[in-house]
């Protein structure tokens, strides 16, 4: 059986390959929430995961103060750039939930707004990092239904969409 591979495009330019192989080279301690310590190849890094977004397989960190874009590409998504496809399937949108619990920060929508696949909607902070939720789909925003400032928990209805 073949180990997965996967491709890190770091601030859209630089192609890194990540297998298990790689990744064991590393010698990384979490050091507080959201802040870890990097060994590798004998220099020593500082890493702050500023945001990360799990459906757009896209991390926001700082490495040693620099700020950097790392974009994450399976197998899959591989192969379908080899293909010369495109993966993105736009659809329409009902409802955006709450992909986990966690304080509103900030609405970025307002009803009657339309809104396209990955446009921003809502910045949810959760475990001392901010996460922008990102429209899946295109849609017209119908209602907000949480406001600034309150907790969410996992799965509960942030936006209603027609």
Do not use: C, W
């Not at 790689?22 to 004998?42: C, K, N, P, T």
């Not at 990955?118 to 901010?130: F, Q, R, S, V």
């Not at 600034?148 to 027609?162: R, S, Y």
């Amino acid at each position: 059986m073949q180990a997965e591979k996967y491709i890190a495009v770091v601030n859209e330019k630089t192609e890194l390959e990540l297998n298990a192989a790689v990744v064991a080279q590393l010698d990384a301690v979490q050091s507080d929430e959201g802040h870890f310590h990097i060994l590798h190849d004998g220099k020593s890094y500082r890493a702050e995961v500023i945001s990360l977004d799990k459906q757009a397989k896209e991390v926001r960190l700082k490495l040693n103060g620099k700020l950097h874009t790392v974009k994450i590409q399976d197998e899959f998504d591989q192969l379908v750039k080899k293909m010369g496809l495109s993966a993105n399937v736009i659809h329409k949108v009902g409802a955006i939930k709450a992909p986990m619990p966690g304080l509103v920060l900030s609405i970025l929508v307002e009803p009657g707004q339309e809104v396209v696949h990955g446009e921003p909607m809502l910045i949810l902070e959760a475990m001392k990092m901010e996460n922008v939720i990102k429209s899946p789909g295109e849609g017209k925003v119908k209602r907000v239904v949480v406001s600034q400032g309150i907790p969410v928990d996992k799965g509960e209805v942030l936006i209603e969409m027609e």
